[in-house]
């Protein structure tokens, strides 16, 4: 058997197409290697059950699917009208009130952001809606936005509201938010994505609320990169990369705020940026936008994939697709085929990072080595990465390696960071003093295990990164690098 390894990872997002046991094995057999989690639909006891229920699948089938909490954020929205929406005629007058009450009509609607009048004046565009609806302003009074419409249209209730060229800087963290963090560091989820930061102290504290629930696992925080400020000057987004351990490229708030032509400049700069800072990073937001309807993706969905794995994201996410779609399962299966073409296309060969750049840290050395000795020495089959914590595993993922890394661990919260790491592909072995056995008690059986699935072939050779220290080996990080011949595992005494 030849077991196809993909280096692209997939994200998809839960809801009432996904929730039931089945479907959400099948996406997990389909290839799905983290899944989201919504929170700005849904309570608390629905993603308890999609947790539960995802962790028992995980198990069955010993795959180490991780779990993104989305936080809502302060989402600025306009509030509900008397029929649930209205038509707006081009250039008819329609006020916003952020005090007023009721439910709204043809001539205004309230806006539960009460900010909102303070950040806008005479001339400025209000989008809503994704865009769909836009607004010119006319006066600023008080508590009221008067507006004209630039065109017309359906509005229906809670859309949201965006400022074109940014600059609506509510709180990143709401008094929501906190409630949400403490839930989930609770549950132990793996990475919980920040909404509409603005700066790295918005995951400063996030990470402080975290701690305080547990500061034996704070989850690995994402940075959603979703508004127009953050590229006014050239350091915030290297702020923002700092303070995260991954980034999501949110195009649907962005592309709304920086407008069409623009984003996708701005895409493959998060990716470079978040690639150079060691940071993974995730491309959001309609990817496969019409299999919520249809079987197959439109050419242009299956080019927007392959550009976003060219530009080396490490995952791409699904997001209405699987939570609401009608073909959840086959839009994961195209998903992957999309990949596994792309990846498999001579570009890919560049790195992420240059094996050649000056290097920082031993563990990063030891990556850059390990890969240049994999794409260019004869007949290496696969990077095997003795990592506890994930470290290591991440670096080796900032270089494009032309063989597989076995990132292995004894921990399988590590086991589900890795999985989110472009190429990098978990195994756990439950023994505490891993660092100290693997050799003469694991290496040999996962070298089986890799030969058995057709990944490493009889000719090949392995290397085999890991931490050696004769006086303390168990604390040591990641300091050795050797080279084996899968021939010789296999007849050692190991």
């Known amino acids: 058997m030849t077991l196809k390894l993909r280096a692209t990872k997939i994200v998809a997002?839960?809801?009432?197409?996904?929730?039931?046991?089945?479907?959400?094995?099948?996406?997990?057999?389909?290839?799905?290697?983290?899944?989201?989690?919504?929170?700005?639909?849904?309570?608390?006891?629905?993603?308890?059950?999609?947790?539960?229920?995802?962790?028992?699948?995980?198990?069955?089938?010993?795959?180490?699917?991780?779990i993104i909490a989305d936080l809502p954020g302060p989402?600025?929205?306009?509030?509900?009208?008397?029929n649930s929406f209205i038509n707006l005629i081009l250039g008819q007058k329609f006020i916003l009130d952020t005090q007023k009450e009721g439910y709204g009509n043809e001539s205004w609607v309230g806006v539960g952001y009460k900010d909102l009048p303070q950040y806008c004046k005479h001339g400025d565009i209000l989008l809503l809606d994704d865009g769909n609806v836009e607004l010119e302003v006319?006066?600023?009074?008080?508590?009221?936005?008067?507006?004209?419409?630039l065109t017309g249209g359906v509005l229906s209730d809670k859309k949201g509201i965006n400022l074109k060229g940014g600059g609506l800087n509510a709180n990143a963290i709401t008094l929501k938010d906190r409630t949400i963090i403490e839930?989930?560091?609770?549950?132990?989820?793996?990475?919980?994505?920040?909404?509409?930061?603005?700066?790295?102290?918005?995951?400063?504290?996030?990470?402080?609320?975290?701690?305080?629930?547990?500061?034996?696992?704070?989850?690995?925080?994402?940075?959603?990169?979703e508004r127009a400020d953050i590229f006014k000057d050239k350091d915030t987004l290297d702020d923002l990369l700092q303070a995260s351990d991954g980034v999501m490229v949110a195009r649907g708030d962005l592309a709304v705020e920086v407008g069409v032509g623009a984003m996708l400049g701005l895409q493959k700069t998060i990716i470079e940026k978040a690639v150079k800072?060691?940071?993974?990073?995730?491309?959001?937001?309609?990817?496969?936008e019409s299999m919520i309807n249809s079987p197959t993706p439109t050419r242009a969905e299956i080019s927007d994939v392959g550009n976003a794995v060219l530009d080396s994201t490490d995952a791409v996410m699904l997001s209405a697709e699987t939570a609401i779609g009608n073909n959840p399962i086959r839009t994961v299966e195209q998903m992957v085929k999309i990949a596994i073409g792309v990846e498999?296309?001579?570009?890919?060969?560049?790195?992420?990072?240059?094996?050649?750049?000056?290097?920082?840290?031993?563990n990063q050395i030891i990556a850059a080595s390990a890969v240049n000795i994999a794409n260019t020495l004869n007949d290496v089959g696969a990077i095997l990465c003795l990592s506890l914590s994930g470290e290591t595993a991440l670096w080796l993922s900032r270089?494009?390696?032309s063989v597989p890394i076995i990132g292995i661990s004894n921990s399988f919260s590590s086991a589900r960071f890795m999985n989110i790491l472009s190429n990098v592909h978990p195994k756990v072995f439950s023994d505490d003093n891993l660092v100290l056995h693997f050799e003469q008690r694991y290496l040999k059986s996962l070298v089986n295990e890799l030969l058995l699935d057709g990944i490493i072939k009889i000719k090949h050779k392995i290397v085999l990164t890991k931490a050696f220290n004769i006086s303390n080996p168990v604390k040591t990080k990641t300091n050795s690098l050797t080279i084996h011949s899968v021939e010789e595992v296999l007849s050692s005494v190991y």
């Open 277 to 288: 800072h060691n940071k993974f990073v995730i491309t959001a937001t309609q990817m496969m």
């Open 13 to 66: 997002t839960m809801g009432p197409a996904t929730s039931s046991s089945e479907v959400m094995e099948e996406l997990v057999k389909a290839g799905v290697n983290i899944i989201r989690m919504n929170f700005s639909h849904g309570d608390f006891d629905f993603h308890l059950n999609n947790i539960n229920t995802l962790r028992k699948v995980s198990k069955k089938l010993n795959k180490h699917v991780g």
């Open 138 to 149: 006319i006066e600023v009074q008080d508590h009221k936005i008067i507006t004209k419409a």
């Open 344 to 362: 498999e296309h001579v570009s890919m060969k560049r790195a992420y990072k240059n094996i050649n750049d000056k290097c920082t840290t031993l």
């Open 183 to 225: 839930f989930v560091t609770e549950q132990k989820v793996d990475f919980i994505a920040v909404s509409f930061v603005s700066k790295g102290s918005d995951l400063d504290l996030v990470r402080k609320i975290a701690e305080n629930i547990d500061s034996r696992h704070i989850p690995k925080l994402i940075s959603k990169i």
């Open 399 to 401: 270089y494009v390696s």
């Open 75 to 82: 989402k600025i929205r306009i509030e509900s009208f008397e």
